[in-house]
Structure formats: C-alpha cells, structure tokens
C-alpha cells in the first residue's frame, strides 16, 4: 500500500507545491510514525510534536513558496540548539538544558521552510563512532535491531533509514554522516571543509566538522545541501576554503538529476589507520568496492590504484581527537558525570602542553597537504566506508578507553583523514550482504561535491538502491 514516505523528498516538495498535500498532513504523516516505531528504535531523544504542527499550520498559512525545504520534516541533531527545547549533547552533562536561541543551521533550515519534528540521537558530544549514551536507551539499526546505526549522526540516519524522516542535516567530525549513512543503507554527504557556513569547519580545532545530508537518494541529499549552502535558493557558493571553486553546475541537486561526466576514479584498499593499528577488511566490505569498481568501469571511467604513503596519521589524529575534547564544560564533580571515554579524551586532551598541540596541528597540516597531492591525478578516490558490517549494540568496550578508541578506528579507518584533509566525500549504499547493506565511499578533489554527486547518481541508476529498506519500511 502506498505511503507518503515512499516517495523521496523531492516528490514529497513537488506534492506540497502542487498542493496534493499540505505541510500539516506530511507532518502527522511522520508524526505517527516516529510515535509508533521509534520506541524499538530509538532514533529520536526528543520529538516536538506540538510546536511540528504549529510551524507546519504557519507554513500553509502564509501560502506556498520556492523556498529549498517548504513544509519538508526533518530534525534537528542533539548537538545543536533549538530555542525552547532540550539539548542533551548525548550527555548527563547536557542535563537537559533549555535553548534560548537557535543554533546557526537551525536558522538555516527553518530560513529553508523546513519543520523540525524535533532531535535526533548522537552519542556523548558526537565523539564517537556509535549512539549508545547514559542519557536513554540505544540508537538500533532499522535492518536488524541488535545492531547499532554507527555515530555520531547515528539518530538521523536510522530515522531516515526507517521512513520516520525523508532525509536529516548530520554533522562530521571524523566520519559521523558518512559512518551511520554506510551502516544504514544511506547517501550520507561530508561537504569541503568551508561549503556549509553555518557548519564550515573552520571554527573548529583542527576545521574537522561539518554539516551536511543523510537521505535515500542522491538527489535528496544534493537538495538538502543547497538549502544547507543556501536556503533561499542562489546558486551554491564556497565562501572560505581557498582555492576552492564555485559548482559549476549551480545547484548540487542539478549535478545529482543529470549525473553527467566520466572521470578518473583511484582505488584505495589501505587507510591511513594500518601504520598504527591491524585493520582487516571484511569480506562483505571488498564484495561492495568489486561491484562499484565493475560498476565505474562498464561506464566509461578511468579506474586505477591508488595509495597513500605511510605516516604517523594515527597518533596525530590521537592527539587532535583528545585535544578537541579538552573543552567540554566539566569541572570537578561533573566529570563523574561523562562516559569513561569522553573523560579519558578530556583528561588526556587537558594535560597536552601547548607545544604538542601545535606539533600535532603542524604536522595534520602537513599530511592534509600531503594527502591533496597524492590524490592530485584522479577525480575521485573510492575506498569503503567502514572495514566491518554494523557492530552489534554494546560490542564497544565501555570501560577500556583505549581499547574502545582502537575499535572505533578498526570499524572505520578510512572517514576521519578525510576531515583533516577539509576534502568532500560521500557514502553511497551499493551493495547488500546477508541482509545488510554495504557502503563505500568516494573522496572528492576540494570544493567538488558536484563530481561525486554526478557519479553517485550514475552508480544509483543502476544498482537501485533506492529500492531496498528495512522491514519497518
């Protein structure tokens, strides 16, 4: 039987201008979903049922426009605020706490026309590869329930991935779209590191996080990243990463409509992770880079190896993880009040010296450079996303920091270089084993999201993945 999130979110904005339905019904329509499936789920920490429906009421009553997102749900991930409601941040720490003012992208989304249906779940401060927190029960993966959906946008993607929203804004600081994206069988965006400016990257310790898209297609998600870049619908623009250019196509959903171009696409099956850790590629994960690679190549891209020199990444990206982390608000008593992980990162981050830090910015700085160059001669790069299927809810050692660190970077070695490189890569969902889906990832040349919209959206063209959902679908 037909639903109203069958249809993908550009069907869905078609239908509201056309008036076949109003932003009230698209609302209740997900409304009762989230109220009837979430509880096994858990995807959402805080639903905003009443103020949906008044900002869905306002939306149809001052008549229908072109804005980039008009009466489309989505919701707000938990480390942003939205005015009158809870933001936890994952964290007894949060305690609940009131906004009094929006957060930057929430301006952006509701400037947009969107209607928030409330927040999703991330883990402790998004600091990890998994949504299990001490606030509330586990994030589960829609496909199989004893799974986890990865992290830290891991509340979005199984909200997406269940039909109880048509796509979700993330945000990325070592792979938080691209990792729950790949684990639920989604189309999750990393912009460049300046693409979004109200999550640019550039604010942040070492410009690793970024806002951008989680949704079913490719073109849903190139839709949610213009109104992201600019909500009242201009051509998309970069305004702070240098050398950086504008899309050529415009619009980011038009590069993914027309999914035109052939290019030069490199294979890379090492991370920069194996110089410090046994990183073992499952075979699932090489099934889904031989059919992409089969894939590219009966349509005309170039295909070839591609590598990277070895370097001490892991302990800079140690040491930057642990830094950036040495500013959460805890002091004292409160520190009792953090996951042992995010208090090791505080802990560990706050005894670094001034020196060490600059020493590990200089030489991150150095090996983005590095990396840029290295992938100088191809388009894009294909890697897979993760290393192992969805790792079952609890399977993180909750009380060896360390050895949880080191199962985060075994699941997912080949997303946080990415961040520090400020590159644009995309997760795309091409393959399914034993009932699961399988991503890769495509890692694109600065500033051109474009590229790999286009080549994602040939690749969905053929392997249809917009087809397969969970069972709660």
């Not at 990393?190 to 070492?206: D, E, Y």
């Not at 150095?366 to 001669?377: G, T």
């Not at 009380?399 to 490189?421: G, I």
Request: proline share 7%; with cysteine; glycine share 12%.
């Amino acid at each position: 039987m037909f639903e109203l999130h069958h249809l993908s979110a550009q069907e869905q904005w078609d239908w509201l201008r056309r008036g076949d339905v109003t932003p009230r019904e698209l609302t209740d329509h997900y409304l009762e979903r989230i109220a009837r499936l979430d509880p096994a789920i858990g995807s959402f920490v805080t639903v905003t049922a009443d103020g949906a429906r008044a900002r869905a009421d306002a939306l149809t009553e001052a008549g229908r426009t072109t804005a980039a997102l008009w009466g489309l749900p989505l919701a707000d991930k938990d480390l942003t605020d939205r005015r009158g409601v809870p933001t936890w941040s994952g964290s007894r720490l949060g305690r609940g706490r009131i906004a009094r003012s929006d957060s930057e992208i929430v301006e952006v989304v509701d400037r947009a026309g969107a209607v928030s249906l409330g927040k999703t779940a991330t883990p402790e401060f998004g600091l990890t590869a998994y949504t299990e927190t001490l606030i509330g029960p586990p994030t589960r993966n829609p496909w199989n329930l004893e799974l986890g959906p990865g992290g830290s946008s891991g509340g979005a993607a199984a909200a997406v991935a269940a039909g109880l929203l048509p796509f979700a804004p993330g945000s990325d600081g070592g792979g938080s779209i691209r990792i729950p994206a790949s684990a639920t069988g989604l189309v999750g965006l990393k912009p460049s590191r300046g693409r979004v400016p109200a999550q640019s990257g550039i604010t942040s310790l070492g410009g690793l996080a970024v806002g951008g898209p989680i949704a079913r297609t490719v073109a849903d998600a190139g839709m949610l990243l213009d109104a992201m870049v600019s909500p009242e619908g201009m051509p998309a623009r970069h305004p702070f990463a240098l050398g950086a250019p504008e899309n050529p196509a415009g619009s980011f959903l038009g590069a993914a409509v027309r999914g035109e171009g052939r290019f030069q696409v490199g294979v890379l099956t090492a991370s920069p992770w194996d110089d410090t850790y046994d990183v073992v590629l499952n075979p699932s994960v090489l099934q889904a880079l031989a059919v992409t690679t089969d894939e590219l190549v009966a349509m005309g891209h170039g295909v070839d190896e591609a590598s990277l020199r070895p370097s001490n990444y892991g302990e800079l990206f140690h040491s930057l993880w642990q830094a950036g982390a040495a500013s959460i608000p805890a002091e004292g008593a409160d520190l009792d009040l953090l996951e042992p992980i995010t208090r090791w990162l505080v802990e560990r981050g706050r005894a670094m010296s001034a020196r060490d830090l600059a020493e590990t910015l200089a030489g991150l700085t150095a090996f983005e450079r590095s990396v840029i160059e290295q992938f100088s001669s191809f388009d894009a790069i294909l890697t897979p996303t993760l290393a192992l299927p969805p790792r079952p809810v609890g399977w993180y050692d909750a009380d060896d920091a360390e050895r949880n660190f080191e199962q985060q970077c075994l699941y997912a070695p080949f997303t946080s270089f990415v961040n520090v490189a400020g590159l644009p890569a995309i997760s795309l969902p091409v393959h399914e084993v034993d009932g699961l889906p399988v991503g890769v990832q495509l890692i694109g040349r600065p500033g051109r999201e474009d590229v790999l919209l286009a080549i994602g959206a040939q690749l969905e063209r053929r392997l249809h993945w917009q087809r397969r959902h969970p069972r709660q679908w």
